[in-house]
Nanobody
Framework: QVQLVESGGGLVQAGDSLRLSCAAS????????MGWFRQAPGKGRAFVAG????????YYADSVKGRFTISRDNAKNALYLQMNSLKPEDTAVYYC?????????????????WGQGTQVTVSS
């Protein structure tokens, strides 16, 4: 069992940066594939980025490629999402997710545990 708690969201202006964090409980964090998803008002949950258990492989949605960076620190049981050059269309609730099977793809069904989310609002 893994419990995930996101933090770092807030209200920023277009072009600003934010760093989201996800604190994970449990001794098996380092063996989990991890991902970030987001859900905008009236829309479904969308994949943002994924990272392998070693951190050696990362994956991004086209809409954030080049602007967002996913990383993890297994010693701290932590997952991060550095978001630069934010746009109003990045406004959403951001969720971190963990996969027991090491899945890091874009299907929310591949993840077993979810945090409660943190709100990111980007004003124009």
């Amino acid at each position: 069992q893994v419990q995930l708690v996101e933090s770092g969201g807030g209200l920023v202006q277009a072009g600003d940066s934010l760093r989201l964090s996800c604190a994970a409980s449990g001794r098996t964090f380092s063996s989990y594939g991890m991902g970030w998803f987001r859900q905008a008002p009236g829309k479904g949950r969308a994949f943002v980025a994924g990272i392998s258990w070693t951190g050696g492989s990362t994956y991004y949605a086209d809409s954030v490629k080049g602007r967002f960076t996913i990383s993890r620190d297994n010693a701290k049981n932590a997952l991060y999402l550095q978001m630069n050059s934010l746009k109003p269309e990045d406004t959403a609730v951001y969720y971190c997710a963990a996969s027991r099977t090491g899945y890091t793809g874009n299907s929310y069904q591949g993840y077993d545990y979810w945090g409660q989310g943190t709100q990111v609002t980007v004003s124009s």
